[in-house]
């Protein structure tokens, strides 16, 4: 039972252009919600992390928006790179529960065209 | 500063052969993680190990998988008779702190290695 449903599975967006990745959740006691970027051959990295009392963050081209009532939550690349083609997956742990115990989407993989 | 370390990068083994997967945290990291990521799914925590203690074993499968993280050296992920269906990527990862729900937990994110991508014949 996937705890955390992502989509879309890929992602083919031109450059400068705005690539959406939403993610969905059930369970009300998840508390933190992390956003990976994994490239080939590579582990997955910490891009940008949310907690459920806001309801958007940025850092540089990287924004989360997040909707505690509808239980969904989205990454925004504006101006998307070559650079950025990888791999991301959401995810998000449990309040109170281990730290690195995290529910993954399936992943989606972006492909940015030149 | 060293990042989290996995080794061997890529291992082959035949069906009922055992595998070691070894993994060395970031310096100061205390937690450990495994985790399995097969084709085109996200990753599936296994384990959850400090140093000689297993926290919490829940994702791992009942038989053939054994993890652990002595005093000294690395944690090992242990399969033993593998099968096809075990072929995968297993990542580790390391953390300073174990629980969430503090103002540093957000600022303390999971690190991980580059895995080990293990091929079952």
């Known amino acids: 039972q996937q705890q955390v449903k992502q989509s879309p599975q890929s992602l083919i967006v031109q450059k400068g252009g705005i690539s959406i990745i939403n993610c969905a959740y059930e369970n009300t006691a998840f508390d933190y919600f992390p956003w990976y970027q994994q490239f080939p051959g590579k582990g997955p990295a910490l891009l940008i992390a949310?907690?459920?009392?806001?309801s958007e963050k940025k850092e540089g081209r990287f924004t989360i928006s997040f909707n505690k009532s509808a239980k969904q939550f989205s990454l925004h690349i504006m101006d998307s790179q070559p650079g950025d083609s990888a791999t991301y997956f959401c995810?998000?742990?449990?309040?109170?529960?281990?730290?690195?115990?995290?529910?993954f989407g399936r992943g989606t993989q972006l492909t940015v065209w030149p | 500063n060293a990042g989290v370390m996995q080794n061997p990068r890529h291992l082959v083994r035949r069906r009922g052969q055992e595998a070691r997967l070894r993994c060395s945290p970031m310096k100061g990291h205390s937690h450990v993680y495994w985790y399995r990521q097969l084709p085109e799914e996200g990753l599936k925590f296994m384990v959850y190990l400090q140093k000689e203690n297993i926290i919490d074993e829940s994702g791992m499968p009942k038989e053939r998988f054994s993890a652990e993280f002595p005093k000294e050296g690395p944690s090992i992920l242990r399969i033993q008779q593998v099968v096809r269906g075990d072929s995968a990527a297993y990542f580790c990862a390391s953390s300073p702190l174990g629980k969430t729900g503090g103002q540093s937990s957000y600022n303390s994110p999971l690190h991980f290695g580059n895995g080990t991508r293990l091929t079952v014949t």
């Open positions: 949310i907690r459920p009392d806001v």
């Open positions: 995810a998000a742990s449990i309040r109170g529960s281990t730290l690195g115990r995290l529910y």
